[in-house]
């Protein structure tokens, strides 16, 4: 093979991936870790890579407890009742702690948070929320990563984890390949903190075509975060819990600032409120504990984000859509105007190109909303991701071994959408997250917990051939036929994804069946998905961009098996609205008020399923 | 929206190659200009519009339910530290400019080189305390919250 092998050695953490939860952990690893050897490696450029890559119009988790706003165990009684009451609450609190020491320096360096000119706090969206100027966000904590960092390699498709082999289930590194190159890198460490992203375009997409990038979570989010560590044999929780969004139509633009700041509300083709109505017959579904609109109603406690896309979508079932959101009478302040698009503008510029393209002008035009395919990530409305210990002053027995946010397996750290059971951390409580988990990969070297790594050589080959066999299975394969993209013997990661994507759509609760699932689709769609494994050994890559394509094909295949058997293992509708078990229709407490962990054996591929014990830390109520 | 180069105004830089999240904008080899090897890949991020010096790369909506005729242009300027937009309509009716600051600060200059910061004390590094912390959780004297601070426990099962 005409590829070099590069090797970066005597590596003490190794950020994989560099979204917000990676910058936090090169930037704080650094105070640490002092004289440590500090290497980030990154997909893209680290200036623009990961979710936040075009920026973000409002920082969606701070609690604002120095202006009296809130105190952490708010934030977490408020996830756990968006999640239904899954959620590490050891974990939530953590993050709700320390996010705010992570947004202060935000401000210093330079990201515009806008001031409320009258009380002198920060300007709320809602009550977690704060709203920004952040078109530069991902550069501005870029700049601080690199500062801390000794290198960063730009470019590094990180394909696999290296594994220790003087000491079983201890992580020893990471592998990949630069994406320009071709060239092979071994990154050789004694901490990896995986800060990759989470999952899109693992159902089928609404849009078909060209629009199929048009997804709601970045393109470039390929479930590595999952995929690197579901293949090293790191237990995993929630995976089951995808995410449905519910956005404007097609362009997927952002609706918390519409809802929250500019006070736009939605209604049926007809014009009605259409959400209350469909509460009694969902309260018997879930339950009193988790839906009493009366009471909720008088203690204004938000509705689940899963239950208000559950009346949306019974609604457009009904025959009364599409839903609208009412912008024209909000749309008539022209500050607010403004606000609208720059919203738009600061995070999600397609929508604003879309509705240039579609004349849709919001002051005179309600436009229409969606329900997006469901989505699997870890840090928004949403808790998939690994099964991490917790900090020691918080965290019960069963939550705790060790080191804050370690994986199950040693030296494996996470942050962001890698960590299971902390949803709505968004981009701040990722980048904390990345902080506590840099803080903790410090301590466990200086305990020496990393010493005495082996790597054999001959593991760095075998990655190697695995790597880089796309490449030899196309040239190979492309001789026996003239031309084109058919071949009886290889598929290409366009042809992989459509089929992982259909698959999922059809046997896992996708769209296309509005999100309806049972134990017999369930199964079915594993036997499918056992082989869609067999065929992916045969992809085939035709260059070194392909060959990227068929590395975040088979992290998105690995993502997606590991959402079968969650789905499968949980029999009952925890999320109506995100997806439904057709054969147990009703919420479960007496069963299931437990979160769900899962390993995936690496050198079987069997999967081993359990049930971890809740902890809750506050009541439902408010003191 | 999948981004589009314009022949004339492209001279083959490679900062939009540089910058792309996607990996998609790529150099034609025959022409040495960029251009968008996978549109369905595109998010439509404008990464590399921002970064092209030369305003060479645009956007036309997704051909699957954007018709054509609208615009969206960007001018993105680090030195002043903003953002400038304009937005056509495919009618011609409306025609927007919007501008948004995109930094406070000089570029990079606030932010700590970490590695010339006074060293954590070992009551720090045995404490829950991140860098700058307590002080920045609130910018007052007010420590850490904990679960005896906060008056909590965690208990196992509980269905509240």
Redesign the interface.
Request: charged share 25%.
């Given at each position: 093979m005409a590829y070099k092998t590069i090797i970066e050695d005597d590596i003490d953490v190794l950020v994989a991936g560099a979204g917000l939860g990676g910058t936090g952990a090169a930037?704080?690893a650094?105070?640490?870790g002092?004289d440590k050897k500090i290497v980030i490696a990154e997909?893209?450029?680290i200036?623009?890579?990961?979710a936040v890559?075009?920026g973000l119009y409002a920082i969606n988790c701070y609690m604002g407890?120095?202006w009296g706003e809130n105190?952490?165990?708010d934030h977490v009684r408020y996830a756990r009742m968006d999640l239904m009451g899954m959620v590490r609450?050891?974990l939530a609190?953590?993050m709700a702690?320390?996010v705010?020491?992570a947004v202060?320096?935000f401000e210093?360096?330079?990201?515009?948070l806008m001031r409320n000119p009258e009380t002198g706090s920060y300007m709320r969206e809602g009550r977690w929320q704060i709203m920004i100027?952040g078109?530069?966000y991902k550069p501005?904590v870029a700049?601080?990563a690199k500062?801390?960092a000794d290198k960063v390699f730009n470019?590094i498709c990180v394909t696999h984890l290296l594994m220790d082999e003087a000491q079983e289930n201890r992580v020893a590194g990471a592998v990949g390949f630069n994406?320009r190159t071709g060239n092979y890198h071994v990154f050789k460490a004694k901490t990896v903190i995986v800060g990759a992203g989470g999952a899109s375009n693992i159902f089928k997409p609404r849009?078909?075509?060209?629009?199929?990038?048009?997804?709601w979570y970045?393109?470039?989010s390929s479930g590595s975060a999952y995929g690197l560590m579901i293949e090293a044999g790191a237990k995993m929780t929630q995976m089951e819990n995808r995410i449905v969004l519910a956005r404007f139509k097609?362009g997927y633009g952002p609706v918390g600032a519409y809802f929250l700041h500019l006070k736009t509300y939605t209604q049926n083709c007809n014009g009605e409120e259409y959400e209350s109505k469909w509460f009694p017959a969902l309260t018997e579904m879930v339950g009193k504990?988790y839906l009493d609109t009366e009471g909720q109603h008088l203690s204004h406690k938000p509705i689940p984000t899963c239950l208000r896309n559950h009346a949306f979508i019974s609604e457009v079932n009904a025959g009364r859509g599409p839903i609208h959101m009412v912008t024209m009478e909000a749309f008539q302040d022209p500050h607010l105007e403004?606000i609208g698009?720059?919203n738009f503008?600061?995070m999600t510029?397609?929508q604003?190109?879309?509705?240039?393209?579609?004349?849709v002008?919001p002051k005179y035009e309600n436009p229409e909303l969606t329900t997006s395919e469901p989505y699997v990530m870890g840090s928004h409305a949403t808790g998939c991701g690994a099964w991490c210990s917790g900090?020691?002053?918080?965290?019960?027995p069963e939550y705790f071994w060790g080191y804050n946010r370690m994986t199950s397996v040693a030296g494996l750290f996470g942050a962001g959408d890698a960590v299971g059971g902390t949803p709505h951390a968004f981009s701040s409580g990722s980048f904390t997250e990345g902080?506590?988990s840099a803080?903790a990969a410090c301590?466990y070297i200086d305990d020496g917990k990393g010493e005495g790594i082996v790597v054999s050589s001959k593991q760095i080959e075998d990655r190697k051939k695995e790597i880089y066999k796309p490449l030899e299975t196309y040239t190979v394969g492309r001789n026996e036929i003239v031309a084109g993209t058919v071949n009886p013997n290889y598929i290409n990661p366009r042809q992989g994804l459509d089929r992982l994507q259909k698959l999922m759509d059809e046997y896992c609760g996708g769209f296309g069946v509005n999100y309806m699932t049972n134990d017999k689709l369930l199964q079915i769609g594993l036997k499918k998905m056992k082989i869609l494994g067999e065929d992916l050994e045969k992809v085939a890559a035709e260059d070194i961009?392909e060959l990227?394509r068929a590395w975040e094909l088979k992290h998105r295949f690995l993502t997606s098996e590991s959402v079968f058997q969650h789905t499968l293992f949980r029999k009952e509708t925890r999320w109506p609205g995100y997806y439904y078990r057709g054969d147990a229709m009703k919420l479960d407490?007496e069963n299931w008020?437990?979160l769900t962990v899962s390993r995936r054996d690496p050198k079987t591929g069997e999967y081993t399923m359990e049930k971890a014990?809740?902890?809750?830390?506050?009541?439902?109520e408010e003191g | 929206?999948?981004t589009f180069v314009y022949m004339t105004r492209c001279d083959g830089c490679g900062q939009c190659v540089?910058?792309?999240?996607?990996?998609i904008m790529?150099i034609d080899k025959s022409l040495r200009r960029a251009y968008n090897?996978?549109?369905?890949?595109?998010?439509?991020?404008?990464?590399c519009v921002k970064a092209c010096p030369h305003h060479a790369i645009d956007?036309r909506?997704?051909?699957?339910?954007?018709?054509?005729?609208?615009?969206?242009r960007?001018h993105?300027d680090e030195e002043k530290?903003v953002?400038a937009?304009r937005?056509?309509?495919?009618?011609g009716?409306?025609d927007?400019d919007?501008l948004?600051?995109?930094?406070?600060?000089?570029?990079?200059q606030?932010?700590?080189?970490?590695?010339d910061?006074a060293?954590?004390s070992d009551e720090m590094?045995n404490s829950?305390l991140?860098?700058?912390?307590?002080k920045?959780?609130?910018?007052?004297d007010g420590g850490?919250?904990?679960?005896e601070s906060?008056g909590?426990?965690?208990?196992?099962?509980?269905?509240?």
């Open positions: 930037f704080e650094r105070y640490w002092k997909k893209a450029n200036d623009r890579s990961g890559a075009q407890t120095r105190n952490p165990e609450e050891d609190f953590d702690r320390h705010d020491s202060h320096q210093e360096w330079g990201l515009p100027h078109e530069s501005i700049e601080a500062k801390s470019r994406v849009s078909v075509g060209e629009g199929a990038g048009r997804v970045a393109p470039w097609d504990a403004e698009w720059h503008l600061g510029v397609g604003a190109v879309l509705w240039a393209a579609t004349d002008d900090p020691e002053d918080v965290s019960p902080r506590l803080k301590k961009h990227l407490d008020h437990v014990p809740l902890y809750h830390l506050v009541g439902d | 929206m999948p540089d910058i792309c999240p996607s990996d790529h090897i996978e549109p369905n890949m595109c998010w439509e991020c404008y990464s956007v909506g997704y051909a699957d339910f954007a018709p054509l005729g609208h615009s969206v960007v993105r530290g953002i937009w937005i056509k309509f495919r009618n009716k409306k927007m919007l948004a600051p995109i930094t406070t600060k000089p570029w990079g606030e932010i700590p080189q970490l590695a910061v060293a954590p590094r829950e991140l860098f700058n912390e307590p920045y959780v609130r910018l007052d850490l919250h904990t679960l906060n909590l426990k965690l208990k196992e099962g509980v269905y509240y």
